[in-house]
């Protein structure tokens, strides 16, 4: 059984397209996170959510809305698709108060390509 | 801004040898810090973890090592194995919801 399964696991898209990916995790953690791997291979934090509560949004442009129907699925939508947004972005979950001690539980990517 | 810094990008072991891969951060902040090991096409998978209270954490044949006067930790993989292969990303928190801050991996390779 997949812990958190992120779908698609590759997108290929045109500037300008609206795309989503989505995330969901089977653990029964509270805590939500999306990541952004870029070509320089540092992980960023994007957003995380608690209990479909939206708790840290770091700056990331506004074409980025993260959707949490429920505290088990974090949905990442993209509008107007630019170049720079090729790259991998991971979904994550964790469990408080022990998410620092036992660490967040990754899904395996989805690499997104803009051409 | 760099909060957490892995200055070696790769790493040549032997296997059955010592791996030890460094960390620097430079947020005085940081309580919690974590070592997560990724392998191609995969996720990050956490390895082990270390309070700020504490100096050394040992599981199995990992430990960590914190020295916080000078804001330094580092990851002792004993004994190296060619399926320790893989990129290592050290992480750090300032406490529960806050943002865990990656540093940039730093490579692994054991060879038999």
């Known amino acids: 059984d997949t812990a958190v399964s992120q779908t698609p696991k590759y997108l290929v898209t045109q500037m300008g397209n609206d795309k989503s990916i989505k995330c969901e995790q089977n653990l029964g953690h509270d805590t939500m996170y999306w990541y952004k791997q870029d070509s320089k291979k540092f992980l960023k934090i994007m957003f995380s959510?608690?209990?479909?509560?939206?708790?840290i949004n770091e700056t990331v442009p506004n074409r980025f809305s993260p959707k949490s129907p429920d505290k088990a699925h974090l949905n990442l939508h993209i509008n107007s698709l630019e170049l720079g947004d090729s790259a991998v972005y991971f979904c994550?979950?964790?469990?408080?108060?022990?998410?620092?001690?036992?660490?967040?539980?990754f899904g395996s990517g989805t690499r997104l390509t803009v051409v | 801004d760099q909060q957490v810094k892995q200055n070696s990008p790769s790493l040549s072991v032997q296997e059955g040898r010592i791996s030890i891969l460094n960390c620097d951060y430079t947020n005085s902040m940081f309580d919690y810090f974590l070592w997560y090991k990724k392998y191609p096409a995969e996720g990050p998978t956490f390895l082990i973890s270390?309070?700020?209270?504490?100096d050394k954490n040992e599981d199995g044949r990992f430990t960590v090592f914190l020295n916080k006067s000078a804001k330094h930790l580092s990851l002792h993989i004993v004994p190296s194995q060619p399926g320790d292969s893989a990129v290592y990303f050290c992480?750090?928190?300032?406490?529960?919801?806050?943002?865990?801050?990656f540093g940039k991996g730093t490579t692994l390779s054991v060879s038999s």
């Open positions: 992480a750090a928190s300032e406490g529960a919801g806050t943002a865990l801050i």
């Open positions: 270390i309070s700020s209270i504490k």
């Open positions: 959510y608690n209990n479909k509560e939206l708790i």
């Open positions: 994550a979950s964790s469990q408080d108060p022990t998410a620092l001690v036992y660490g967040y539980t």
